[in-house]
């Protein structure tokens, strides 16, 4: 079974893991203070999960989540992702990031920021438009009426099925927005952002959406 490795334990981290371990995947999770503050997470998430420094999760990782705060991109260890599917989750918050004028200008993606930061690896969003909470309750079986659709994009076709066979485990249909410079169109203040959305409904929002505010 495929183990995913995550860097970052904070509510989208945390949610991502315990959906993974619903479908089956073992998880290394770690956060910036160290694996002896994850007990209590890892307890709770039972045997198949173990935490770890966020080189080890890396490295633990056939697949790896990316889940800190964009001030914090340049911590993200490189090298113990090097060949490997990273999910991004991140979003650009100004008031928490500082003003970042690539993105403010339009002129690149968060997640080609992790791409530029990651270069042998594969990069692909996901999870960065759906609320931490509803992660692990509003996923519905596959041919479900209304069921939930979230959004991907990537360069590497590899990374966009991984996306989509997880979303798919996890209740959730998928769009896929690649190449990764199309990203944008889930980011922060688009129609796409944080709405439940069946597919239908989000490729009409991502084709609704305007690159600068």
Same mark, same amino acid.
């Given at each position: 079974?495929?183990?995913?490795?995550?860097? =970052?334990? =904070?509510?989208? @981290?945390?949610?991502?893991?315990?959906?993974?371990?619903?479908?089956?995947?073992?998880?290394?999770?770690? %956060?910036?203070? =160290?694996?002896?503050?994850?007990?209590?997470?890892?307890?709770?998430?039972?045997?198949?999960?173990?935490?770890?420094?966020?080189?080890?999760?890396?490295?633990? @990782?056939?697949?790896?989540?990316?889940?800190?705060?964009?001030?914090?991109?340049?911590?993200?260890?490189?090298?113990?992702?090097?060949?490997?599917?990273? #999910?991004?989750?991140? %979003?650009?918050?100004?008031?928490?990031?500082?003003?970042?004028?690539? #993105?403010?200008?339009?002129?690149?993606?968060?997640?080609?920021? #992790?791409?530029?930061?990651?270069?042998?690896?594969?990069?692909?969003?996901?999870?960065?438009?759906?609320?931490?909470?509803?992660?692990?309750?509003?996923?519905?079986?596959? @041919?479900?009426?209304?069921?939930?659709?979230?959004?991907?994009?990537?360069?590497?076709?590899?990374?966009?099925?991984?996306?989509?066979? #997880?979303?798919?485990?996890?209740?959730?249909?998928?769009?896929?927005?690649?190449?990764?410079?199309?990203?944008?169109?889930?980011?922060?203040?688009?129609?796409?952002?944080?709405?439940?959305?069946?597919?239908?409904?989000?490729?009409?929002?991502?084709?609704?959406?305007?690159?600068?505010?």
């Amino acid at each position: 079974m495929t183990t995913l490795g995550i860097i =970052g334990a =904070g509510h989208i @981290g945390s949610q991502v893991a315990r959906a993974a371990i619903t479908a089956g995947y073992d998880v290394v999770i770690s %956060n910036s203070r =160290g694996p002896e503050t994850l007990s209590d997470l890892v307890a709770e998430l039972g045997p198949k999960a173990s935490a770890a420094t966020a080189e080890g999760a890396g490295a633990a @990782g056939d697949v790896v989540v990316v889940t800190v705060p964009l001030h914090a991109l340049s911590k993200v260890p490189v090298e113990p992702l090097a060949g490997k599917i990273v #999910l991004d989750t991140n %979003n650009y918050y100004f008031e928490r990031d500082g003003q970042i004028e690539a #993105l403010d200008k339009g002129e690149t993606t968060v997640s080609e920021l #992790l791409q530029e930061h990651l270069p042998t690896s594969k990069v692909v969003k996901a999870f960065n438009h759906i609320r931490s909470g509803d992660i692990t309750v509003d996923g519905a079986p596959a @041919g479900s009426p209304d069921r939930r659709a979230l959004a991907t994009s990537s360069d590497f076709p590899d990374a966009v099925e991984f996306v989509t066979r #997880l979303y798919d485990q996890i209740g959730f249909d998928t769009v896929d927005v690649s190449p990764l410079s199309e990203s944008w169109r889930v980011e922060r203040d688009r129609p796409a952002y944080v709405v439940r959305q069946t597919e239908p409904e989000l490729r009409a929002n991502l084709s609704e959406a305007n690159r600068l505010p």
